[in-house]
């Protein structure tokens, strides 16, 4: 199975920026969607951000349109979420996640099929 560590979380202002990682442990050029997801306790899990790494392809929450982008690194097996303009709604623990082709929906979390552990991202006022 495909084994997930995500990193580059902490705390940050509002209007700051943070990127996260998210290393695979095999090649993902090969054809996956790789999903960037948030949760707060309590509140349902959001798909944050999404691409299929053979075409490129990038799906994107309303709430981050044009504040956050989804990158691939074939070379390293990795996949970025390069988040600016950080706002106080964006804390939250952010999880990577991998899905095989096929039936995938880019920005619901049940349909893939591996993750990782998370990192947390705090953006203060």
């Known amino acids: 199975q495909v084994q997930l560590v995500e990193s580059g979380g902490g705390s940050e202002l509002a209007g700051g920026s943070l990127r996260l990682s998210c290393a695979a442990s095999?090649?993902?050029?090969?054809?996956?969607?790789m999903g960037w997801f948030r949760q707060v306790p309590g509140i349902e899990r959001e798909g944050v951000a999404a691409?299929?790494?053979?075409?490129?392809?990038?799906y994107y929450a309303d709430s981050v349109k044009g504040r956050f982008t989804i990158s691939q690194d074939n070379a390293k097996n990795t996949v970025y979420l390069q988040m600016n303009s950080l706002k106080p709604e964006d804390t939250a623990m952010y999880y990577c996640?991998?899905?095989?082709?096929?039936?995938?929906?880019?920005?619901?979390?049940?349909?893939?099929?591996?993750w990782g552990q998370g990192t947390q991202v705090t953006v203060s006022s």
């Open positions: 996640a991998a899905a095989r082709p096929g039936g995938v929906r880019p920005l619901i979390f049940s349909t893939y099929n591996y």
């Open positions: 095999e090649n993902i050029y090969s054809g996956y969607y």
């Open positions: 691409i299929y790494t053979r075409g490129g392809y990038t």
